[in-house]
DNA sequence: TGTACATCAGTGAACGCGCGTTCACTGATGTAC
DNA sequence: TGTACATCAGTGAACGCGCGTTCACTGATGTAC
């Protein structure tokens, strides 16, 4: 599917969402092409305006990828706390729906994906993006810290979190790279991965 | 570190080696600023050479920097093989072996690591780089069946390896992304946690 | 061993291109009176 | 409600730069005789 221009010239004059825009098309570009062959002009081609627009909303190239990448650890947070709110608090299946929401953003919008962890791995100093991960970070070892009974993390909810979150992590890349196969070339259920391994992580 | 010219230009004429030279040049400036900022340009400065030279070896830069890729897996594919030779033949030693060195590697060449996998990934087609990865998986897949005491691979062994498969492949991204932390700050030892997930998935 | 020559693997100058960014500008909007 | 004006958020033309790539060339090497 190729990006077109989702905006006319006439009505992109002071809509006030340029910026969220702006994103967007830059979003939709790094997954099109890859993050190498970005270019601001392409992004504007796409928002349809000029070259000079988005210097209003961002400082440099740089600025705009990372605003592309912190909107996506946002957004995937929220259908992560999203999915799992759909189960009580500290239980199993709010944690499978929590990790399977992590993979399913990945799958959606791997080059993204992508993107936010080499810039958070890139950055020396603390970055919003970085922060985002904490807070998914902290959500995931407080959601193992009820699931045990406890009422403060310790040492142990902490490595099972680590544990949890590395089969999480590398689902997501396994998946986005095509490797999620049985020997046969059927496709492997990543869900399935993620409860059964889960379970047997957390039961120990 | 800053790159530096590692050969005159006097010596570089002629050398016999200037493909496998570039290729050194392309990784060590993908480590220093990211695959984004690679140019031709700096890899020839790198080398010693002229802009044009590198087309007597490659047609384009992509080209070259999917030459710097394959070496990269067909290194990391060395190293391992060579960790897990020095233990018995589908022995736990030899699987740790093998999976940690997976993981030194990415430590050691991040960018190029994160390269690797974006390219195989990208690639609809099979690619040479994507058949050392099933080189890899393979070798896997061979020791856990041996470790099962089995003669042929099957479901279980399959299933078990693209297991400890994830749980490599999340740790070399959490590591190099910086996230293998206690809460306390203190690094996480990634071996450790390798022959502990390891031993559980492959008992069971 | 010496010479002629084909081939190889570089040089260095040049090219056109698209990029990131800047600038003076201007049309649209909101507000004070 | 109508008007004057400050501010906001765009335009479009231009810039200099560094890039990827090409080209005719040339020095070094290996080989046939």
């Known amino acids: 599917m190729a990006a077109k221009a989702a905006v006319s010239r006439k009505d992109a004059y002071h809509h006030g969402d340029l910026r969220a825009q702006l994103i967007r098309a830059t979003q939709a570009l790094i997954e099109e092409r890859g993050p190498e062959k ?6 504007c081609r796409l928002a349809g305006v000029s070259t000079a627009a988005p210097y209003r909303h961002f400082d ?15 957004r995937k947070y929220q259908r992560m ?11 199993m299946e709010g944690l499978s729906a929590f990790g399977i929401a992590y993979v399913e953003f990945a799958i959606a919008e791997p ?3 992508r993107m936010i962890f080499s810039i958070a791995g890139r950055e020396d100093c603390a970055n919003p993006i970085s922060d985002t ?5 902290a959500a ?6 009820r699931y045990m009974g406890k009422s403060e993390p ?17 689902l997501s890349f396994l998946a986005i790279d095509g490797k999620l196969k049985h020997p046969d070339g059927s496709p492997v ?16």
């Open 38 to 43: 970005f270019s601001v002009a392409d992004a």
């Open 60 to 74: 440099t190239k740089q600025d705009m990828l990372e605003a592309a990448a912190l909107d996506g650890i946002r």
């Open 81 to 91: 706390c999203a999915a799992a709110a759909q189960h009580p608090p500290g239980s």
């Open 111 to 113: 080059e993204l994906f």
């Open 133 to 137: 991960g904490e807070m998914i970070y």
């Open 140 to 145: 995931c070892i407080d959601s193992v810290t």
């Open 154 to 170: 310790d040492d142990e909810s902490s490595m099972i979190s680590l544990s949890l979150w590395t089969v999480v992590h590398g």
């Open 189 to 204: 259920d990543f869900r399935e991965v993620i409860r059964s391994t889960g379970g047997r992580i957390l039961r120990q």
